[in-house]
């Protein structure tokens, strides 16, 4: 077959529980690899926003059943000709074995690098995470590090073009799709008190489930600017205005990356404290461990210090070229 005929199939869950940031990722790659391949996607997830936004990025969506029988399922939609790619912390080395001998190609998407792979590709975008680090078949290319970030189209254009960037000192909050321990609220909180004139932009996604409590809390609070569900495109603007982030050490963290700003992060799950860990000495972002743990006086000494503090030479993590990177890799297969 043809390889710019050749199917690729995204395997992905999201929901409340897990977060939005396995299927942000592979829609982020399906732009990447879109005219190169006719791109099929897999999930279980069922809200109509995820759904609106596969449709409008891939030629097919198969969705699964919730139960058990998903394994099953996704294994029987292929033909044993395509690429599939893996994004999740369920499908473990015995599953990625069936799908090789079945006779596809398989790409594994890892940030907690906690097993063996018998893929043919394993991509890691953390900073801080060498190869070697990662179990894997001799067979298999890894694909570590920044320069293969798996981000949306707008966010690797702004990564290109710092120079365009113009800040209104805004502070920027965004805890991802779901937010299980509204550590958006927790944020605002403590940052009500020293952001001085500035702004402060808070982000929820398409999960959150604390809509009602945040909302009580910034009416009448004119400075403080709350969206949700918004798309790349509109997440960018409202970064280029900002001149700090407070994100958790996931998707999003990745995505602030590419712009100049000061970022304050940590984790909230066992998954984001790889991420947490790579990204302690790059400049000028301050990580502070488990956010759940962390009291609204430290959040704001912290963001205090980041606001008032010059951030001198900001390294530049991202270079905004790793989906040419990332096509080219999965094209030679």
Partial sequence: MDKAAREIVLRADGDSGIG???????????????????????????????IRKIKNICDDLHILSEDEKHYSEFINLLSGDEIVVLDNYFFSGEYQEIIRNKGCSLVCIDDIHDRHYFA????????????????????????SGPDYAVL???????ARSLSEIV??????????????????????????NIIGNRNIIAVTGSSYRHSGELGDFIRGKSNIAL????????????????????????SILMEVLCFNIKVITGFYA????????????????????????????????????????????????????????????????
């Fill in 20 to 50: 939005m940031g396995h299927i942000t990722r592979l829609l982020a790659m399906a732009e990447m690899l879109n005219g190169s391949f006719r791109i099929r996607f897999a999930t279980r997830n069922r809200m109509d926003s995820t």
């Fill in 120 to 143: 043919d590709i394993v991509i890691n975008h953390s900073p801080g995470i060498e190869a070697e680090a990662i179990s894997a078949e001799a067979y298999t290319s890894i694909l």
């Fill in 152 to 158: 949306r189209r707008p966010f690797l254009l702004a």
């Fill in 167 to 192: 800040r209104e000192g805004s502070v920027f909050v965004c805890f991802g799709g779901s937010d299980p321990y509204n550590l958006t609220l927790k944020v605002v909180k403590s940052l009500v």
């Fill in 227 to 250: 969206y949700s569900d918004l798309s790349a495109e509109e997440m960018v603007a409202l970064i280029r205005k900002s001149e700090l982030a407070i994100v958790p050490a996931s």
């Fill in 270 to 333: 066992d998954n984001q404290k790889q991420l947490a860990r790579g990204i302690e000495g790059y400049r000028p972002v301050t990580s502070l461990g488990d956010f759940r743990d962390l009291s609204v006086e430290k959040l704001s000494a912290a963001a205090d210090a980041a606001l008032n503090t010059e951030p001198g030479q900001f390294e530049r993590i991202i270079d905004g070229n790793s989906d040419a990177r990332i096509r080219q890799s999965i094209l030679s297969i």
